[in-house]
């Protein structure tokens, strides 16, 4: 089992849709997590920290349940520039960080 | 914010020769900088972990050799990938803490190497 693991759809959805991405990691330990963005042939981007209780930004929201070691993020009003690849990042003590392999958004007018 | 500024942006060598790759924090200490590998469609995986002042901590399956770092200052970093195959090429990336890993990651711009 991956430490860290997403669907890495890719999932195509209209402009003003709402889409939901899932995150689960397995070490129970862990201690930050954090959604990244990452643009074709680009570095990755912070998106958003994630927090217990929960944060919004915008037209995003990040949900951690830790019981079920699993992070989301759901993204509302889909925008064409939303389009990139949805990176789950699971700090698991120190600086030991995994990534997930991404899932992939395509936003179509 | 902080920057890490990452160089060059994209490289293309021969089989067999060595490239530099620098990572610089612009406006804040690294002490600590990350080199992560990428090849396509798949995710970051984290190659080594550069200390200043001290040697590098590789993961399991880093060649050390092959893959010299140096992080000789606080706000530089060094991967060296010497003796170059075509199977090296790939998107190389760093990264550097911005604090107490809270706050997350502040990655360079990533160098795209192509062994030919």
Redesign the interface.
């Known amino acids: 089992r991956k430490e860290v693991e997403q669907d890495p759809g890719p999932f195509n959805v209209p402009e003003g849709a709402t889409v939901a991405f899932n995150c689960t990691y397995s070490n129970s330990a862990s201690q930050s997590f954090f959604w990244y963005r990452q643009d074709c042939r680009k570095e990755p981007k912070l998106l958003m920290s994630v927090y217990s209780s929960g944060n919004e930004d915008g037209r995003f929201t990040a949900q951690l349940n830790r019981a079920s070691q699993y992070i989301s993020l759901l993204i509302r009003d889909s925008k064409l520039s939303d389009s990139a690849t949805y990176l789950c990042v699971v700090n698991t003590g120190g600086f030991k960080t995994i990534f997930g392999a991404g899932t992939r958004l395509f936003v179509k007018a | 914010g902080a920057v890490v500024s ?1 160089h060059p942006s994209r490289v293309i060598c021969k089989s067999g020769t060595s490239v530099k790759i620098e990572c610089r924090s612009l406006d804040f200490q690294a002490t ?1 900088m ?1 080199w ?1 590998r990428q090849f396509p469609k ?5 190659m080594a ?1 550069s200390n200043e002042g001290s040697k590098a901590t590789y993961e399991q399956g880093v060649e050390k050799d092959k893959f010299l770092i140096n992080h000789a200052s606080l706000t530089l970093s060094t991967l060296t990938v010497t003796s170059a195959h075509p199977e090296d090429s790939s ?1 190389y ?1 760093c990264s550097a ?1 911005l604090e107490q ?10 160098t ?1 190497l192509t062994v030919v």
Request: hydrophobic fraction near 30%; aromatic fraction near 24%; avoid cysteine.
């Open positions: 990452q600590t990350f992560y798949q995710s970051l995986m984290l972990t998107f990336i803490p890993n809270n706050y997350g990651y502040t990655f360079g711009s990533g795209r």
